[in-house]
């Protein structure tokens, strides 16, 4: 297992007034190299909980494993840890501070001591594996980019650390239908052909599901459900008492399996509800 949280649990100003019980008693795993989406509504802690797994938060109870070891929190671990799992922070752009966009990817090779060599082949790198190729962009103000490139440069910037994880929070926020398409083709490749683990909150989920292998479920802190797609989304009331919409061919799919019919709530495309359909039609009317 990549990821283990042991009864993590994580409060807000502790001790004050103002205290939120954010995360309670988590128990989770994501597994190497699998593709994950964390579902929950708004305030459900979805952001508190991707800010442990590269030790931005350190649990106030409970505990995070990487790799089967426990976080101790020591500098040297912490360092080593941020670079191994790289997390996209929700809006990245507003985090610019670079001239160019290249001293942007650049930041964090340099921080790790590479040579100036080394340290543009790491920038070229990641920015190819985003498809911001037009050598133009590179000197470029990242504030001057679209809204699309900035995010796509934000997450070239954690790339040029050679994360072995991609965790990304709402990734796809803001941009429109074609920026969302780029940035949900990206992951797939990242995690399919670079073997990259991807934790991802999004609520596109006709668009995500395809992807995902894996699905947690986040209700006011706590960790709700855990599982494949069937077992996610067979479970819509629970889904719905957590705040979450499902996509319309979702809901259509589970009225049709309550009245009997063979059809998955899991269905999330019209295309494959379609093909479910003319299955189940050929079926029916075959003698
Ligand atoms: N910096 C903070 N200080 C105090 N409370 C916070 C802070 N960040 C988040 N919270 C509270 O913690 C809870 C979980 O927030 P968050 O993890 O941001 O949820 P989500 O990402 O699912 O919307 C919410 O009640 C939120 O108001
Ligand atoms: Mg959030």
Not at 115 to 125: F, H, M, N, T, W
Request: charged share 20%.
């Amino acid at each position: 297992m990549f990821i283990r949280t042991e009864k993590l649990s994580y409060t807000y100003m502790p001790g004050t007034p103002f205290a939120v019980k954010a995360l309670r008693e988590v128990d989770l795993s994501v597994a190497r190299g699998s593709f994950t989406v964390l579902l929950g509504a708004s305030g459900s802690g979805k952001s508190t909980l991707l800010q442990h797994f590269n030790g931005l938060l350190r649990p106030r109870e409970g505990s995070i494993h990487i790799d089967g070891a426990p976080l101790t929190y020591r500098r040297g671990e912490l360092r080593e840890l941020r670079r191994r799992v790289g997390l996209v922070f929700q809006e990245p752009e507003t985090q610019f501070f670079s001239e160019t966009l290249f001293d942007e990817i650049a930041f964090a090779p340099r921080n790790f001591g590479l040579s100036p060599l080394q340290v543009e082949e790491r920038v070229e790198q990641a920015l190819h594996q985003v498809g911001l190729t037009d050598p133009a962009l590179k000197q470029r103000s990242p504030f001057h980019l679209s809204a699309g490139q900035q995010r796509l440069a934000a997450i070239a910037a954690v790339l040029a650390m050679q994360p072995r994880a991609l965790i990304l929070d709402e990734p796809g926020a803001g941009l429109d239908q074609a920026g969302q398409q780029r940035l949900l083709s990206l992951l797939q490749q990242l995690n399919r052909v670079a073997g990259m683990t991807v934790v991802v909150v999004t609520h596109r989920l006709e668009q995500i599901v395809p992807l995902a292998d894996h699905f947690l479920v986040l209700h006011r802190g706590r960790l709700v459900l855990e599982g494949s797609a069937g077992e996610i989304f067979s479970q819509q009331k629970v889904l719905q008492r957590c705040g979450l919409s499902l996509p319309p061919v979702m809901r259509l799919m589970q009225v049709l399996a309550d009245a009997g019919l063979p059809f998955s709530p899991a269905i999330h495309s019209l295309e494959e509800a379609r093909r479910e359909i003319n299955r189940w039609q050929k079926k029916v009317t075959s003698p």
